[in-house]
């Protein structure tokens, strides 16, 4: 049966349902996360990738908004827990906890309202296409600017940004897009951070580039870092030094690691994928599933075995 958390309770998927004059829907003025869970099937465990650091970001961005809510980052992820138990989840899945205004209410403003959180979970496979690499269009749409609608928080409202760009890709017969900042360089995908591979050395950009700091861009910085021994350098990255790039990969929790083999019709290195994103695959597929100790502490298990 599917349960979802909804206004402090479990309840079946079709009591989970918010009214057309909830004050969120109309402005966009709600946060939420994206989160993994992996089924490792000789286990018999199921793992959420990065609970408490996706719960600390849900926190930090609903404080942003003035949205104070009841509960820690350790009682949603216990929360999450029991759901992903109630609901018997034994497959990969997405979960999507969201914080939004409840208030039937037409200001759009963000004090004197009541912040709420809905927590639900999907089966989920790859988002895009990991094996292979993808296509991508850099966006006639610049990213939103940190002094508009801050990327740096996972705000409903700024995903029109996300949807015009995807749509814009998809339309235009590309897998993804990537927006450039209303500086020109380059930002992110839709739902991805970037990284680019040149000279035996490995960049992205960094905050200051009007991006999400990404849960998985961290973790990837890591393992560059600690189990390639290659640098990371973070800094503003020019279009053309995309055309130019050895390698080109993007990381988000959905998009996992996916390589970029051509950008706007032009192949990146040899138009497949590169050595060093095939490595990095490799250990983030094993951590995540739980098949690597020394990066368990990345894991919540969900099942007591
Ligand atoms: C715009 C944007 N950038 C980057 C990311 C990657 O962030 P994370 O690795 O925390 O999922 C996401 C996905 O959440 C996103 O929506």
Known sequence: MEYIFFEGEFVPEEKAKISIKTNSFHYGTAVFEGIRAYWNGKEGQLYILFAREHYERLISNSRALFMEIKYSADDLVDITVNLLRKCEIREDVYIRPIVYFKDLALTPKLLGYTPEVAIYTYKFGRYLDTSKGIRVKISSWRRNDDNSIPSRWKVAGAYVNSALAKTEALMSGYDEAIMLNKDGFVAEGSGENIFIVKNGKVITPGPSDHILEGITRTAVKNLIKNELMMEVEERSIMRSELYSADEVFLTGTAAEITPVVEIDNRKIGKGE?????????????????????????????????
């Open 273 to 305: 994928i590169g050595d060093t994103t095939k490595e990095l695959q490799r250990i983030y597929f094993n951590a995540v599933r739980g098949n690597m100790e020394k990066y368990k502490h990345w894991l919540t298990p969900v099942y007591e075995n």
